[in-house]
């Protein structure tokens, strides 16, 4: 949050943004300075609609996208599944599921890699029922 405060007064001096909106940024950026930082460009963009601009780059809550619920949901269905199976399920290149994916998944401990394949963890079944309807 404190990046993102930062970052506003440095470039856009003018432009005042609530505390709501900055812990919703800090929130929903994957623990990316980036992402942050780039979520607080749009959102300035759109008026201080970050709302918007959250379902424009397809996240759904705590910075998780809609890729990730679908990976969270195929595996809730398959016990371990390898790479190529999840990558394909997305429709996405191996790489991106890699790098794009993957990654805040398993930080954020609701998948785990095992010799066989990934699963999901408790942890992830319970973040898939509140999002799941």
Same mark, same amino acid.
Do not use: W
């Given at each position: 949050?404190?990046?993102?405060r930062?970052? @506003?007064? /440095?470039? *856009?001096?003018?432009?005042?943004?609530?505390?709501?909106?900055? @812990? %919703?940024?800090?929130?929903?950026?994957?623990?990316?300075?980036?992402? %942050?930082? $780039?979520?607080?460009?749009?959102?300035?963009?759109?008026?201080?609609? *970050?709302?918007?601009?959250?379902?424009?780059?397809?996240?759904?809550?705590?910075? *998780?996208?809609?890729?990730?619920? /679908?990976?969270? %949901?195929?595996?809730? /269905?398959n016990?371990?599944?390898?790479?190529?199976?999840?990558?394909?399920?997305?429709?996405?290149? @191996?790489?991106?599921?890699?790098?794009?994916?993957?990654?805040?998944?398993?930080?954020?401990?609701?998948?785990? @890699?095992?010799?066989?394949? $990934?699963?999901?963890?408790?942890?992830?079944?319970?973040?898939?029922?509140?999002?799941?309807?």
């Open positions: 949050e404190q990046l993102v930062l970052y @506003r007064q /440095k470039h *856009y001096v003018r432009k005042h943004i609530s505390d709501e909106v900055y @812990r %919703a940024i800090a929130c929903n950026s994957r623990l990316v300075p980036r992402m %942050a930082i $780039r979520l607080l460009d749009n959102t300035i963009c759109f008026n201080g609609n *970050y709302k918007k601009v959250f379902s424009n780059y397809n996240i759904v809550k705590d910075g *998780y996208t809609e890729k990730d619920i /679908k990976t969270l %949901a195929y595996l809730s /269905k016990k371990t599944c390898g790479i190529d199976s999840i990558s394909s399920y997305l429709n996405i290149p @191996r790489q991106s599921f890699l790098y794009e994916v993957e990654p805040y998944l398993l930080q954020t401990g609701l998948i785990v @890699r095992k010799g066989t394949g $990934r699963s999901i963890t408790s942890d992830g079944l319970s973040f898939l029922s509140t999002v799941q309807p």
